[in-house]
């Protein structure tokens, strides 16, 4: 009979995430839930939260950073034609 090893058990189920805040421009034309969806669509991306400041968005971004990183989250709005700043 096989034994499991409690601790590689767990170490398999812990989840690697982080979190990272940067400013969306470009809002004018659209809601704010655009660019939580467009966001939301990333691989590894778990939760997606933004507070409209006008024309730009404050967004905090939860992520898996074993399946997405930020450039590539930022990518996601960027490519689309939004504007980014920090992160």
């Not at 805040?21 to 809002?27: D, Q």
């Given at each position: 009979m096989q034994t499991k090893n409690a601790s590689s058990t767990v170490a398999s189920a812990i989840v690697a995430n982080q979190s990272a805040?940067?400013?969306?421009?470009?809002?004018e034309c659209c809601p704010p839930s655009v660019i939580v969806d467009l966001i939301s669509k990333v691989t590894g991306v778990s939760k997606v939260d933004i507070e409209p400041l006008g024309s730009k968005g404050k967004v905090t971004v939860s992520f898996d950073d074993q399946k997405t990183d930020v450039k590539k989250i930022q990518s996601s709005v960027t490519k689309y034609g939004f504007g980014v700043i920090g992160g």
């Open positions: 805040t940067f400013t969306v421009t470009g809002l």
